[in-house]
């Protein structure tokens, strides 16, 4: 018995220095990174806050104030900040393009105000989720159309798991802008958890370039761009699905996504990989 409980403690402590060695060379500078947060001044109108969590946009326009994901931590009160700067006494409508807490966190801020995400999540996992605080107000089954001074906002409920069961994303006409939420990252791994779907990703680059006419991309993490940022993370996925299935273009593949941010395991070519793998098991 000792001699189990012996290796028992050995194992343990191998875990424990694997554990805190991935997270010293790959979280950490992770997170810190996430928590760079710039401004940009699109235009008069748009105001975009890059990093401290999810991207996010804040659009004015004469009768009210449109803010695209609330971010987490010190980024939450910096961008609520700006919006109450900008919005004054006009009505705020918050988007959350799926309930992951580095794009909902600051909801708090906005209580009072209406708050719309996607309509398949169940409250019990949306609380799960990102708490209790801020609660969306109106939960968007299908798509819903805003008149934002010279453009239009339409925010659309994707209604398939993709990065989530119930991703949004908001596409600004005029602009031909697109603010993808974590269904469109810029050389980023994505997460695959829950109900995410690699092939919904896949899917879903598909719809959204044959039903909207974009030309800027700003994901849900990484760098605002073009229409390559989808080409990118399209041809990302379609490499990691080959991966999947033939074994001796493993490397070759993974080998050319080695300066997107990743972290082993749970955010990274080889979760990828894998997601699709067990997807053809069923």
Do not use: C
Request: glycine share 8%.
């Amino acid at each position: 018995m000792k001699k189990v409980l012996k290796w028992v403690g050995i194992i343990l402590a191998l875990i424990a220095v694997t554990a805190g060695t991935l997270f010293m060379l790959y979280v950490r500078p992770f997170l810190e990174a996430m928590k760079q947060t710039t401004t940009v001044q699109y235009d008069k109108d748009l105001t975009l806050m890059i990093g401290g969590g999810g991207n996010s946009g804040i659009l004015v326009s004469d009768s009210l104030v449109l803010v695209i994901d609330t971010k987490m931590s010190d980024a939450a009160i910096m961008l609520h900040d700006k919006v109450k700067q900008l919005a004054g006494a006009k009505p705020i409508v918050v988007v959350n393009t799926h309930f992951h807490s580095d794009h909902t966190k600051g909801n708090k801020f906005y209580v009072g105000q209406t708050i719309i995400a996607g309509g398949n999540y169940t409250m019990e996992n949306w609380i799960k989720q990102s708490g209790k605080e801020g609660v969306p107000t109106i939960w968007l089954k299908d798509r819903m159309d805003i008149k934002m001074g010279d453009d239009t906002a339409t925010i659309i409920n994707l209604g398939k798991n993709i990065h989530t069961e119930s991703d949004v994303v908001v596409y600004l006409h005029k602009r031909k802008m697109l603010f993808a939420g974590d269904v469109i990252l810029n050389k980023q791994a994505p997460a695959l958890f829950g109900n995410a779907d690699p092939d919904g990703y896949l899917d879903v680059f598909n719809w959204l370039q044959k039903n909207l006419d974009i030309q800027k991309v700003v994901p849900g993490h990484g760098e605002v761009g073009g229409i390559e940022v989808i080409e990118a993370f399209r041809q990302y996925f379609s490499d990691m699905k080959l991966a999947a299935s033939d074994d001796s273009k493993k490397n070759e593949l993974e080998e050319k996504y080695k300066d997107w941010r990743h972290i082993p395991i749970v955010m990274s070519t080889g979760s990828t990989i894998r997601a699709f793998k067990n997807k053809q098991k069923k």
